[in-house]
């Protein structure tokens, strides 16, 4: 069934490791956005793509990278810059026309770096 | 840069109506109102968006002043599993500004 997929559900890391974290939808969405997520906190928007081998920087960019290599995937790396790296993560796809063209978010990932 | 305004906290008792307002007044003529909601560490939900006039579905409706400037999102019949975290977004539909921007946000608590 459609939806979009984010994998692993929890993940830990060393401090100084690069991390990848994955995001699938096969919603045939243009859109595609990630979000970090602190205790207590509403979601900042890190990057957004709206078509293949394109995206730009959200709000707080320092220390990640994506790729969109494909439509259907938009994965995040939390580089070894990143100085807060522990967080809950959010992925997200959206239609960019329609009458309804709503965002849908998957379910997360926890990035715990010890 | 979140261009809407809501209330940190609000309070509501189970089978009440729950009022979420949010401000938004320096909307723009092709920016809808979005509303979502959250519950504990899962992925944000959408309920319900709007453009002008008032809308309806079978989770909530949404109130859209005459001057756009603020909305109310309306929960009928407010349940116990209508505990989370709702945001009100404003996005253009089409064109090249699809930036998805969520601001804190409004806890509401259904409470016994």
């Known amino acids: 069934d459609g939806g979009i997929t984010q994998s692993p559900k929890y993940l830990f890391r060393k401090e100084g490791q690069n991390v990848t974290l994955s995001c699938e939808q096969n919603?045939?969405?243009?859109?595609m956005y990630w979000y970090r997520q602190d205790p207590g906190q509403g979601l900042r928007l890190i990057y957004y793509?709206?078509?293949?081998?394109?995206?730009q920087k959200g709000d707080i960019a320092e220390g990640y990278s994506v790729s969109r290599e494909k439509k259907e995937s938009f994965p995040l790396t939390v580089t070894s810059a990143q100085k807060n790296p522990t967080a809950f993560y959010l992925c997200?796809?959206?239609?960019?026309?329609?009458?309804?063209?709503?965002?849908?978010f998957g379910q997360g990932t926890r990035l715990t770096v010890v | 840069d979140a261009k809407t305004t809501q209330p940190t906290s609000m309070d509501c008792a189970e089978g009440r109506a729950a009022n979420l307002p949010c401000n938004h007044s320096?909307?723009?003529?092709?920016?809808?109102v979005y509303w979502y909601r959250q519950i504990h560490s899962q992925g944000p939900q959408y309920i319900i968006h709007?453009?002008?006039n008032n809308e309806t579905n079978e989770m909530a409706s949404l109130i859209i002043t005459e001057d756009r400037k603020s909305s109310t999102l309306i929960l009928p019949h407010a349940t116990l599993r209508d505990t989370a975290v709702y945001y009100c977004i404003v996005r253009v539909i089409g064109g090249s500004n699809y930036k998805l921007t969520f601001g804190k946000g409004t806890l509401l608590t259904v409470n016994p």
């Open positions: 320096t909307i723009s003529g092709n920016e809808y």
């Open positions: 919603l045939n969405h243009d859109a």
């Open positions: 709007g453009l002008k």
């Open positions: 997200a796809s959206s239609p960019l026309t329609g009458t309804s063209p709503e965002a849908f």
């Open positions: 793509s709206q078509i293949v081998n394109d995206f």
